[in-house]
């Protein structure tokens, strides 16, 4: 069996967690590949049979982008806050964790992703998957921005505002939810489209079939298209972001048996 660790070493006490995870793997025989940089590849990634990630949500996402749909089901070991992805939520819980692990005793969660590719003079720039999201957002200064949004070929809106997200079900409690956007159980077959602070009365979240296809015009300068936040695509005046249900999916792995709800409950909670 082959396990490889990425480990988030901008979170505080990381090491002490790869550590454990890494002196449990060998003291039952697993031969297991530590990465402390965020400059691992695909290809370095291949031929692993699970790969455990040990910071917050964002490791969790930026590995999916870099496995770009490639079935190693991910662990993810909660060492940041919020933690809506991870499955081993404190450090005391690690050796239970790996232990159901190593004797198969656990669940594979598939989630959807969605896939975007910038278009610009009828050429294609750019392209890449999110687990989250895809935003459009200010790359510099404070001035409005403004899309016109078309659904399978339809115009559907106007915005004016700070930003827009695009969210699969899985992304609906991340960034959508401070943008006022809804939250979507992550099995739903929708994703869902957040305008950030409109400028008009009728700028809602608007939630959309999975095998709709949305293109968003880019109607002004000084934008990016961000997947999952780490992949980054500068924007200029005419370019076209096509969006859709992506083909590929991420693979959780679950040890317990927490429902969506029960996960809602616990983070939603007053501190």
Same mark, same amino acid.
């Given at each position: 069996?082959?396990?490889?660790?990425?480990?988030?070493?901008?979170?505080?006490?990381?090491?002490?967690?790869?550590?454990?995870? *890494?002196?449990?793997?060998?003291?039952?025989?697993?031969?297991?590949?530590?990465?402390?940089?965020?400059?691992?590849?695909?290809?370095?990634?291949?031929?692993? %049979?699970?790969?455990?990630?040990? /910071?917050?949500? /964002?490791?969790?996402?930026?590995?999916?982008?870099?496995?770009?749909?490639?079935?190693?089901?991910?662990? +993810?070991?909660?060492?940041?806050?919020? /933690?809506?992805?991870?499955?081993?939520?404190?450090?005391?819980?690690?050796?239970?964790?790996?232990?159901?692990?190593?004797?198969?005793?656990?669940?594979? %969660?598939?989630?959807?992703?969605?896939?975007?590719?910038?278009?610009?003079?009828?050429?294609?720039?750019?392209?890449?998957?999110?687990?989250?999201?895809?935003?459009?957002?200010?790359?510099?200064?404070?001035? @409005? *921005?403004?899309?016109?949004?078309?659904?399978?070929?339809?115009?559907?809106?106007?915005?004016?505002?700070?930003?827009?997200?695009?969210?699969?079900?899985? +992304?609906?409690?991340?960034?959508?939810?401070?943008?006022?956007?809804?939250?979507?159980?992550?099995?739903?077959?929708?994703?869902? @489209?957040?305008?950030?602070?409109?400028?008009?009365?009728?700028?809602?979240?608007?939630?959309?079939?999975?095998?709709?296809?949305?293109?968003?015009?880019?109607?002004?300068?000084?934008?990016?298209?961000?997947? %999952?936040?780490?992949?980054?695509?500068?924007?200029?005046? +005419?370019?076209?972001?096509?969006?859709?249900?992506?083909?590929?999916?991420?693979?959780?792995?679950?040890? /317990?048996?927490?429902?969506?709800?029960?996960?809602?409950?616990?983070?939603?909670?007053?501190?």
């Amino acid at each position: 069996m082959n396990i490889s660790i990425i480990a988030n070493r901008k979170k505080e006490g990381v090491h002490a967690y790869a550590d454990t995870v *890494l002196h449990f793997l060998r003291e039952h025989g697993v031969s297991a590949r530590l990465f402390v940089t965020e400059t691992y590849t695909r290809e370095e990634l291949a031929g692993s %049979d699970y790969l455990i990630t040990l /910071g917050g949500d /964002g490791t969790i996402l930026r590995a999916a982008g870099i496995l770009q749909g490639e079935a190693i089901p991910i662990l +993810g070991i909660n060492v940041g806050h919020l /933690g809506y992805l991870a499955e081993v939520m404190e450090m005391e819980q690690i050796p239970g964790a790996l232990s159901a692990l190593l004797a198969s005793r656990y669940e594979l %969660d598939k989630r959807a992703m969605l896939y975007g590719e910038i278009i610009r003079n009828g050429c294609r720039i750019e392209k890449g998957l999110a687990l989250n999201e895809i935003l459009l957002s200010r790359q510099v200064g404070i001035n @409005m *921005l403004h899309f016109s949004v078309f659904c399978d070929g339809q115009e559907l809106m106007n915005y004016a505002a700070d930003g827009f997200i695009v969210s699969t079900p899985t +992304g609906s409690t991340a960034y959508n939810l401070s943008a006022g956007g809804p939250i979507v159980s992550p099995m739903a077959p929708v994703y869902v @489209m957040t305008p950030i602070c409109s400028h008009s009365l009728n700028g809602r979240a608007v939630v959309m079939d999975d095998s709709s296809i949305l293109e968003i015009h880019v109607e002004s300068d000084s934008q990016v298209a961000a997947f %999952d936040g780490w992949k980054l695509c500068p924007l200029e005046q +005419g370019d076209l972001v096509r969006i859709r249900k992506a083909g590929e999916r991420t693979t959780l792995l679950r040890i /317990g048996r927490r429902s969506f709800m029960k996960i809602l409950r616990d983070k939603m909670k007053p501190v």
